[in-house]
Antibody, heavy 121, light 111 residues
Framework: VQLEQSGAEVKKPGESLKISCTGS????????IGWVRQRAGKGLELMGV????????RYSPSIQGQVTMSADKTIRTAYLQWSSLKASDTAMYYC???????????????WGRGTLVTVSS | QSVLTQPPSVSAAPGQTVTISCSGS????????VSWYQQLPGTAPKLLIYDNNKRPSGIPDRFSGSKSDTSATLDITGLQTGDEADYFC????????????FGSGTKVTVL
């Protein structure tokens, strides 16, 4: 199992951005994918999760409306998108595969290496 | 501010044992299984423990987890310099729309 994330990005405030996470080594459509934000020197923040088979998406309240998660199961890829970046979006973004059989068995078993997003004027 | 509280830091000498606590509530730890992650400096998090006390393949048995009511614990025995990292707990939470949450994180320092 591998999750390959797109490369680092440097953007200006107000610009748009879409980063990606491509899975291999397993049936991509059958596992939830989570997006996790980590600001410099801070902890892990779950932004939300998406089920690639039907694109069912659940956002954390603090993230709702600020980003869009999507997935294309035909190319085994999940996306995280911003329409108007802010300086506060500067962070490392990880995608991770949710390994539990149900949300009660809550764990992410495989992680991408992360995409560093820097937003600066 | 995470709903799962961990001590900011713990430390011990090589060979000793450290215990990291993760305190939650009935809507998260009290109702769901707990997982633990290790994040070495400059790297992505790695799953250490899932379903409270199970280890993925390749994780040494020096790492063990447990859960009681609304709290969970990660023990690291035989501490090694390579264990110096940040450790995060995580669990489901039915009160949150994304379905889960990570703890605030604990920095383990090997003296």
């Amino acid at each position: 199992v591998q999750l390959e994330q797109s490369g680092a990005e440097v953007k200006k405030p107000g610009e748009s951005l879409k980063i990606s996470c491509t899975g291999s080594g397993y049936h991509f459509a059958d596992y939830w994918i989570g997006w996790v934000r980590q600001r410099a020197g801070k902890g892990l923040e779950l932004m939300g999760v998406i089920y690639p088979d039907d694109s069912d998406t659940r956002y954390s309240p603090s993230i709702q409306g600020q980003v869009t998660m999507s997935a294309d199961k035909t190319i085994r890829t999940a996306y995280l998108q911003w329409s108007s970046l802010k300086a506060s979006d500067t962070a490392m973004y990880y995608c991770a595969r949710f390994g539990g059989a149900r949300f009660g068995n809550w764990y992410f078993d495989f992680w991408g290496r992360g995409t560093l997003v820097t937003v600066s004027s | 501010q995470s709903v799962l509280t961990q001590p900011p830091s713990v430390s011990a000498a090589p060979g000793q044992t450290v215990t990291i606590s993760c305190s939650g509530s009935s809507s998260n730890i009290g109702s769901n299984y707990v997982s633990w992650y290790q994040q070495l400096p400059g790297t992505a998090p790695k799953l250490l423990i899932y379903d409270n006390n199970k280890r993925p393949s390749g994780i040494p048995d020096r790492f063990s987890g447990s859960k009681s009511d609304t709290s969970a614990t990660l023990d690291i025995t035989g501490l090694q310099t390579g264990d110096e990292a940040d450790y995060f707990c995580g669990t489901g939470d039915y009160s949150l729309s994304a379905g889960g949450v990570f703890g605030s994180g604990t920095k383990v320092t090997v003296l």
